[in-house]
């Protein structure tokens, strides 16, 4: 589909990127919120309003990056295969990781060190590259933690164009501030991502913090799609729900066609009867993703 069909298939596209993304809904396990090592940090944090739901839940106090806090969950037996850096959703105006917690504990149960972060946002008063900056940062982190271990991007609608951007141009703005050394990430996954941000319908002004027509080029360096041909040895994994309101299948399967221009191995799989508030829950991709991860990331690597 072009670029000018995926504009009329957005129409629907608000803001309730926002609202619907990373939301704890039925079928997530009633212990989703503590039991991993998660920061209690002000600042930043307190903006984004994720973690602080956290407090008087922390088993031990951690940073990724000055003010942005961490939730690391490890396997419970063995020594992890790989490690997994998980991104929520939010519309770019906010980055709340709850609802992932669910699914941090089931790819830790499979094997994966889970790593979930946040990221400044527009209502923290942060826009593009900050945002970016500290999803590399969240890789670099992770690399840091497990030396020597394939570092997996996961992100979830606005998480997930975050992710992909990341994935094919690792070191967006070179961000000195980050107290772990640079590294990039050996593979992405993207659930229910608007990677073309131009066809947002003016919703990514909020990453952007300008709108597009008043300075293209710095939108077209942020858009994932733009940036496919970058990094081709970087696997995808796209996941899409079919009955997705919110963010139409059309941002997956054209992102999908232009990573494979772009050389890229890619697999695409588009759900029947899931939307964009269960697309990223444990039940719903939990196994698909592991397995997707231990077949294309640790195995050859193996």
């Known amino acids: 589909m072009s670029r000018t069909a995926a504009a009329a298939a957005v129409l629907g596209l608000s803001l309730v990127l ?8 039925p ?27 956290y407090r008087g839940e922390v088993t031990a106090a951690d940073q990724f990056r000055p ?8 396997p419970t037996a063995g020594a992890p295969a790989a490690v997994v850096v998980l991104v929520p ?37 942060e826009h593009y590259p900050v945002p970016a900056d500290d999803v590399a940062c969240g890789v670099a982190f ?19 164009q975050l992710v992909a951007l990341v994935g094919l141009v690792p070191h967006i703005g070179a961000d000195p501030t980050c107290p772990a050394p640079p590294a990039e990430a050996d593979a992405v996954v993207g659930l229910a991502g608007p990677y073309d941000i131009v066809q947002t319908g003016g919703v990514a002004s909020a990453l952007m913090g300008v709108d597009h027509a008043d300075d293209p080029t710095l939108w077209d360096e942020a858009d994932p799609l733009l940036q496919a041909g970058e990094r081709p040895q970087v696997p995808f ?20 066609a232009a990573l494979r221009a772009g050389g890229h191995d890619v697999t695409v799989d588009l759900l029947p009867g899931v939307d964009h508030s269960t697309v990223y829950r444990a039940g719903v991709v ?7 991860i231990t077949r294309t990331v640790v195995q050859p690597s193996g």
């Not at 992770?142 to 997930?160: I, T």
């Not at 939990?286 to 997707?292: E, I, M, P, Q, Y």
Request: aromatic share 6%; net charge negative.
């Open 27 to 53: 079928g997530d396990p009633a212990s989703a919120r503590g039991g991993g090592q998660v920061a209690s940090a002000s600042g930043r944090s307190d903006a984004n309003g994720g973690f602080g739901a």
């Open 142 to 160: 992770a690399a840091q933690a497990h030396p020597g271990l394939p570092v997996v991007l996961v992100g979830h609608s606005a998480g997930a």
């Open 18 to 25: 926002g609202t619907a993304a990373c939301d704890v809904g």
């Open 237 to 256: 994994l796209l996941v899409h729900g079919k009955a997705d309101p919110v963010v139409p299948v059309v941002f997956t399967t054209d992102f999908g």
């Open 89 to 125: 959703g939010g519309g770019w105006s906010s980055a709340d990781p709850v609802g992932l917690a669910p699914l941090a504990r089931a790819l830790a149960r499979d094997g994966f060190s889970v790593v979930t972060i946040t990221y400044g946002t527009s209502s923290t008063g």
């Open 286 to 292: 939990g196994d698909l993703v592991a397995d997707w």
């Open 67 to 74: 003010g942005l806090p961490v939730i690391v969950d490890e």
